[in-house]
C-alpha cells in the first residue's frame, strides 16, 4: 500500500505543474502591462493598426478623387460646347448686323439722292446737319488713337481676367469714355470706334469684361479715330486729362496706347442714328 501511494505522488506534483504552466501562469498585472505595451503609439501592434486605417483613408479619399476627376472630365466637354454655341452664335449675330446694316446704308443713300434732288442738289443746311448727327459718311484729315491690353493680358472679351484693381491692364470702357470726350473737346468733326460711328445717342458700356460701343462688343485693340485738323486735334489732345491718365495707366499697369496723324480717313454713317421726324423751311419758325 506504500509502494502504491508513494507513486501516485509524482503524477500529482506533474498535475500541479501542468496547471501553473498552463492556467494562470502570469500575474495578471502582467497581463495588464503586456496589452497596455500592445497598444503604446510606439508598438509595432499599435504602428501595424495605424498603417492600416491609414491605408483604408488613402484609400476612400483615393476613390472620390478619382469620382470627382471623372464628373469634371464629363462636365468640362459640354462647358467648352456650350461657350463655343455662344460664340458661333454670337459670331453670326455680328454678321447678320452688318449685312442689315450695309441695306440700311444702302437706303439711306438711296433716300439722300431723292432729297437732294427735290431740294436742288447736295450742300443745303439739311446736309450739314445730317453731317453733324452722323447720318452721312465723311472723310478728310485727322488722327488715330489706339489702346490695347498690357501685354500678357487676355483679350478674350469672354474671358476671366483680373480687373483693375488687382493688377491686369485691360482697357475699360471709361478709358474710352475719356478718350472720346477728350477728342470731341480738341475739335474733332466726326470720331468713330473700331469702325462705329459716334452720334450724341452713342452709348460705350462694358458687360462683364467686354466693352459695348452701341450695343455691339468690341475686343482690342481699340482704334478710335477722329477727323479734324491733325495739329490741333494732335496737340490739344496731348495736354487733356485724358492723354495724362492714360500716360499714368501704361507706367502702373502697362496699358498700350499711341496716337499718330493720318492724312485721309473714312468714316462711315452711324448705324441706326437719329432719324429726321419734324422739319421745317429755313426761315419760318
Not at 29 to 52: H, K, M, T
Not at 90 to 118: N, Q
Not at 217 to 235: F, H, N
Request: neutral net charge; without cysteine.
Amino acid at each position: 500500500m506504500r509502494l502504491v501511494q508513494q507513486q501516485q505522488r509524482p503524477d500529482a506534483s506533474m498535475s500541479l505543474l501542468v496547471d501553473l504552466m498552463t492556467t494562470g501562469a502570469l500575474d495578471e498585472g502582467y497581463a495588464i502591462a503586456a496589452a497596455r505595451r500592445a497598444e503604446a503609439p510606439g508598438s509595432p501592434q499599435r504602428r501595424r493598426q495605424v498603417g492600416r486605417a491609414a491605408a483604408v483613408a488613402l484609400l476612400v479619399v483615393g476613390a472620390l478623387l478619382a469620382v470627382a476627376v471623372d464628373q469634371l472630365r464629363q462636365s468640362r466637354p459640354s462647358q467648352l460646347k456650350a461657350r463655343d454655341g455662344l460664340r458661333a452664335r454670337i459670331v453670326s449675330e455680328d454678321k447678320d448686323v452688318a449685312g442689315l446694316a450695309k441695306r440700311v446704308d444702302a437706303a439711306r443713300a438711296e433716300t439722300a439722292r431723292l432729297r437732294d434732288a427735290a431740294l436742288g442738289g447736295p450742300g443745303t443746311s439739311l446736309e450739314a446737319v445730317e453731317i453733324g448727327a452722323g447720318l452721312l459718311a465723311v472723310q478728310g484729315p485727322g488722327i488715330e488713337v489706339t489702346l490695347n491690353d498690357a501685354p500678357g493680358t487676355s483679350g478674350d472679351p469672354f474671358g476671366a481676367d483680373e480687373n483693375r484693381a488687382t493688377g491686369g491692364g485691360r482697357v475699360l470702357d471709361r478709358d474710352l469714355q475719356r478718350v472720346v470726350n477728350a477728342l470731341w473737346a480738341s475739335g474733332a468733326e466726326a470720331v468713330s470706334v473700331a469702325g462705329l460711328r459716334l452720334t450724341a445717342a452713342s452709348a460705350i458700356r462694358s458687360a462683364g469684361d467686354a466693352v459695348l460701343v452701341d450695343y455691339r462688343p468690341l475686343s482690342p485693340p481699340y482704334v478710335i479715330q477722329a477727323i479734324g485738323d491733325p495739329r490741333s486735334l494732335e496737340a490739344n489732345f496731348s495736354d487733356s486729362g485724358a492723354a495724362q491718365s492714360l500716360v499714368t495707366l501704361h507706367s502702373v499697369v502697362g496699358l498700350r496706347f499711341s496716337v499718330r496723324s493720318v492724312k485721309e480717313l473714312h468714316l462711315a454713317a452711324a448705324s441706326g442714328a437719329l432719324s429726321l421726324r419734324y422739319a421745317h423751311p429755313e426761315g419760318l419758325q
